[in-house]
């Protein structure tokens, strides 16, 4: 059975590392043979924000690169030079900071270092949708809506997704976890013993209604 922690976060409010909730989880009967981390995105886009593009200027020593200083958001703008040819200034763009670490095609990561190109140095990479895995271009880097602020988060801009998920070895008694519902129920259950004294939520049910009360149904008894 697989459980997702957010779905669990909707029925009860908790902020326990999943490895303690697995722990719990076990001790209650609903073995965890192992957590999985899910990204919508490989990465979660952790360590891009968006960045402003103040300047561009051709790079002195190389035809197809670009210097450009950029505004993260922080007050301390930043040099990155960039080979993407739709650069330009007052652009915004989302920018791969330093230590962050990105996936090539194949899935291989690499970490974004602080370095020199031809000369200038670099403290970042603009990125296009492919490098962040957000689509398959690489004709030019991505330019986002200008209403976003430097140093908004990629995360939160493209709504990624993360979650991690409960692989639970259910046994045949154990139907109430069998849902993440009663999987909660549980859960709260354990808490309290440990003196976390927890509100259940129950799932909304305001959105079911009948429409129609006084529909009839023939029944006929052929064998009675």
Not at 17 to 41: H, R
């Amino acid at each position: 059975m697989k459980i997702s922690y957010n779905w669990l976060k909707q029925f009860i409010k908790i902020d326990w590392k999943s490895e303690e909730i697995a722990a719990l989880l076990t001790d209650l009967g609903l073995e965890v043979e192992m957590v999985e981390k899910f990204e919508s995105v490989k990465g979660g886009l952790e360590g891009i924000v968006v960045g402003h593009v103040l300047s561009c200027v051709q790079h002195p020593d190389a035809d197809r690169l670009k210097v450009t200083t950029v505004d993260l958001g922080d007050g301390v703008p930043i040099q990155i030079v960039c080979g993407a040819p739709n650069v330009a200034v007052g652009q915004k763009v989302p920018v791969a900071t330093i230590g962050t670490t990105l996936y090539d095609k194949e899935g291989v990561a690499f970490q974004i270092k602080k370095g020199k190109i031809r000369g200038q140095e670099s403290h970042g990479m603009i990125c296009a949708e492919d490098e962040l895995g957000l689509g398959e271009s690489h004709d030019g880097i991505m330019i986002l809506d200008d209403s976003i602020v430097a140093g908004t988060s990629a995360a939160k801009v493209f709504k990624i997704e993360s979650d991690e998920i409960f692989e639970i070895g259910l046994t045949p008694n154990r139907a109430d976890g069998m849902s993440h519902y009663g999987t909660a129920r549980d859960l709260r259950a354990g808490l309290m013993q440990t003196g976390l004294n927890i509100e259940l939520i129950s799932p909304s049910v305001s959105n079911f209604r009948v429409d129609k009360r006084t529909l009839k149904i023939d029944v006929n008894v052929e064998n009675p």
